[in-house]
């Protein structure tokens, strides 16, 4: 069963274009790594500085798990803890967003 995950994340000022631009290159390596972990899709949307991302997976703190030490990962993690105000530790620990509504 998949699960969906909801995540917010921020951008540093004046990272807007970076990390867009980054999106729009994210390495075959990393892609293909997310789908082995189960990923089976990533959205982010961006409202001013403020990202919102869900998260289709398998198994989210298996993913990140998975994916904390991978070498396609790491340096995608290196390269966003420049972008972003605060980078996770990609311990898995979290649960992301609370959901409070969802139409029946």
Do not use: C
């Not at 289709?56 to 972008?83: G, S």
């Amino acid at each position: 069963m998949t699960e969906s995950i909801a995540l917010h994340t921020r951008l540093k000022p004046g990272a807007e274009e970076e990390y867009s631009d980054a999106h729009a290159n994210i390495p075959p390596e990393l892609v293909a790594a997310l789908k082995e972990t189960g990923v089976r899709n990533w959205r982010i949307w961006r409202s001013g500085l403020d990202l919102f991302h869900v998260v289709d997976v398998d198994d989210y703190q298996a993913m990140r798990h998975a994916l904390a030490d991978h070498p396609a990962n790491v340096p995608w993690q290196a390269r966003m803890a420049e972008l972003l105000e605060v980078q996770d530790d990609y311990s898995g620990a979290d649960r992301g967003i609370g959901r409070v509504w969802e139409l029946p």
